[in-house]
């Protein structure tokens, strides 16, 4: 495999009745190309068996068999071992959950790296709620109470650079862009409903599955794209060449 794989968005729901569409075209991409793992972090203070249960028997249908790379905290994400079974993967998933344990655990370590290194040399990188979060450069974050609309940023892996989504935007996540669009006037904010996808392929982000994107590239203006659509104004994802 050489050049970076498919890079796959999820906005939230993941395992669940309408993310076959974007689920299929990641599972054909990565069948017989090595292993494929999914990665519980975000979901590590709150049952990450469950999730990892859901993602095994959701990609049978796919005919791709799915087992857990564990990296849980920052020792396990510092372990040599497991960033060399990570480096080896054709398909990564990361689960939603808390997005912000996701860019603690995982950011500047041997593991997280691996797992974007094994995306540039072709492998899958796909990532739901949380687990999108945590791909882009910035991470919302609760500012306070539990069940707060209001987003405060921290750092994420920036695979895809002055970017942060914002999930669930069918449901809650449309809630956050004020507080969201105020701490970073200058980044791309991305709305992905649930079971809806925005896979970077070929050099270009498209809208796949149930729902649809809304992007801001600045201020207050939004653009919204519908499943099958090419979705302008997303910052293309960072290359190999330019990764550290």
Sequence with gaps: MSGPGLLALVGGDEFHPGNEPQDEILAAAARGRGPAYVVATAAARS???????????WFKQFHLDVVELRAYTRVQARSSTTAATASEAAFVYITGGDPGLVASVLRATPVGDALIAAWHSGGV???????????????????????????????????????????HHNTFGSRWFPSARAALPEAVLIGIDERTCAL?????WRCVGSGGITVSPGGETRHRFTPGTVVDGMPEPVRAESWP
Excluded at 125 to 144: F, I, P
Excluded at 200 to 204: A, F, I, K, L, P
């Design 47 to 57: 049952h990450p068996e469950a999730a990892v249960r859901q993602a095994t028997a």
């Design 200 to 204: 970077w392929e070929s050099g270009v």
């Design 125 to 167: 990188l796909a990532g739901s709620s949380a687990g999108a979060m945590a791909l882009c450069e910035h991470v919302l974050v609760r500012q306070t109470l539990p069940g707060s609309a209001h987003r405060r940023p921290v750092p994420g892996l920036a695979v895809v650079p002055n970017a942060a989504v914002l999930p």
